[in-house]
């Protein structure tokens, strides 16, 4: 299984504070049944900056930890891009680190609180760079939540979306998790991802979260995300679903 969203490199940043707790992290990977992770640090988020060239050095690095440790993990270079105005200025920079380096598929995050409004101007920009970007986490944005067609529109222009597991089986509250049901009978969604950053209180849970979409949906709906996910490691197309818009329902009546 391939994970494509995870905090696991120590004092890098907000993932595992030392080098037991990176340890005991790839461990439980393993024993989620995870053979690949995409290590996705913060980048300009507000609070920490890793470039490109230290996440490669810093994936370099790790791998070869786990080498000398005997865990059958291979942790593959990633980032989790806050959107911000100059993205463009920060990646003509070399800042910015595409899943695996193949300048293809870009974790992008949204703040939490809103959905900036050059949001969909991004993406058509970065489409046509050649680079898909990947919203993380839209289920926790309280601007997705609050008119979830703003979603519709984002993944009709071209982006794709990546759900957190932890959100399937309810660890971010009961509107975060039906947001997500909804988000994937909307066609909305294209990953499963743990967005990990420890061991206790966000751990992988990916077995969790397939265990419960194959009870809801079925279980080709997980091989759906997982086969996805696979096809990260090499930058090849991903399957899509056609996106749906989310209607509102008032007074009983369907809206759009
Ligand atoms: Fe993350």
Sequence with gaps: MVDIHCHILSGVDDGPDNYMIFKEMANRAVSEGITRLF?????LNGKYENKKIDVLKYVDLFNGYLKKENIPLVILPGQELRIHREIFHTIEKDEVLTLGNQNKYLLLELPSGEVPDYTL???????????TPIIVHPERNRGLLSDNNLLYELVQEGALTQLTAGSMIGQFGK??????EKIIEHHLSHFIASDAHNVHTRGFCLQSAYERIANLYGIHQTYYFKENAELLINGQHIITQKPLPIRKKIFGLFYS
């Design 39 to 43: 290590a996705t640090p913060h980048h």
């Design 121 to 131: 101007e991004v993406v058509y920009e970065l489409l046509l760079k050649g680079i």
């Design 175 to 180: 509107k975060v998790k039906s947001f997500s």
